[in-house]
């Protein structure tokens, strides 16, 4: 794994998760931060705890143990809800449609929403692996809002280039990505070369030319 952090950045992420469905893709980047030597702090809204009791196995303990620093959805003094908390910046995954609301209309009600208004006014990387379908006008404007604001809209869509056999693939392929948006690159996601292209066009490839 890479890492690029600009200069005089602590090497720290935050990671915020809320209640929708998809709980397993921030279990796979914390892992994937700790695996990379990236500090990473968490912070749980009360219904990820839900879902997390729902999809995984993990305990609440369990899921806290994989961060490096966990706060309390309500503590709204925690260092990531401070500006002058130095970070690559934060990642939700999952964010739900309410998440993804409270973000778009600067009225933030938790821990997660004030972190990530504070990585959009000090013009950090936010990342929203957004969980919802289908999508309305009102998530559209919203996610719309966020992208201006500079968010960027990450939904989990998998890859199929390089032929996924396990579910645990296709995570790793959409974290993996995530995760390149910090400049953390991790060796979990398959690069598109010309060695893939060539291991992975069994049947041949015919190029006529035309575009899609």
Not at 76 to 87: C, E, H, M, Y
């Given at each position: 794994?890479?890492?690029?952090?600009?200069?005089?950045?602590p090497?720290?992420?935050?990671?915020?998760?809320?209640g929708?469905?998809?709980?397993?893709?921030?279990?796979?980047?914390?892992?994937?931060?700790?695996?990379?030597?990236?500090?990473?702090?968490?912070?749980?809204?009360?219904?990820?705890?839900?879902t997390?009791?729902?999809?995984?196995?993990?305990?609440?303990a369990?899921?806290?143990?994989?961060?490096?620093?966990?706060?309390?959805?309500?503590?709204?003094?925690?260092?990531?809800?401070?500006?002058?908390?130095?970070?690559?910046g934060?990642?939700?995954?999952?964010?739900?449609?309410r998440?993804?609301?409270?973000?778009a209309?600067?009225?933030?009600?938790?821990?997660?929403?004030?972190?990530?208004?504070?990585?959009?006014?000090?013009r950090?990387?936010l990342v929203?692996?957004?969980r919802?379908?289908?999508?309305?006008?009102?998530?559209?404007?919203?996610?719309?809002?966020?992208?201006?604001?500079?968010?960027?809209?990450?939904?989990?869509?998998p890859?199929?280039?390089?032929?996924?056999?396990?579910?645990?693939?296709?995570?790793?392929?959409?974290?993996g990505?995530?995760?390149?948006q910090?400049?953390?690159?991790?060796?979990v996601?398959p690069r598109?070369?010309?060695?893939?292209?060539?291991?992975?066009?069994?049947?041949?490839?015919?190029?006529d030319?035309?575009?899609d």
């Amino acid at each position: 794994m890479t890492s690029a952090a600009g200069a005089g950045t602590p090497d720290r992420l935050v990671v915020g998760v809320s209640g929708a469905t998809g709980i397993v893709y921030a279990v796979r980047a914390l892992d994937l931060l700790r695996e990379a030597g990236i500090e990473s702090h968490l912070v749980v809204s009360r219904a990820a705890q839900l879902t997390r009791a729902y999809e995984t196995d993990l305990s609440r303990a369990e899921l806290e143990a994989r961060a490096d620093h966990v706060y309390g959805v309500s503590d709204v003094g925690a260092p990531i809800a401070s500006g002058s908390f130095l970070t690559r910046g934060m990642l939700i995954a999952p964010a739900s449609m309410r998440t993804v609301g409270e973000i778009a209309s600067g009225v933030t009600s938790s821990l997660v929403t004030r972190a990530a208004d504070v990585v959009l006014k000090e013009r950090r990387r936010l990342v929203l692996m957004v969980r919802e379908a289908p999508l309305n006008l009102i998530h559209l404007r919203n996610m719309t809002t966020i992208t201006e604001a500079g968010g960027v809209i990450f939904p989990p869509v998998p890859a199929f280039y390089s032929r996924p056999t396990t579910l645990e693939e296709v995570v790793d392929q959409s974290v993996g990505r995530a995760l390149d948006q910090f400049g953390i690159h991790t060796d979990v996601v398959p690069r598109w070369d010309e060695a893939l292209r060539n291991s992975m066009a069994r049947g041949g490839v015919a190029d006529d030319g035309t575009a899609d």
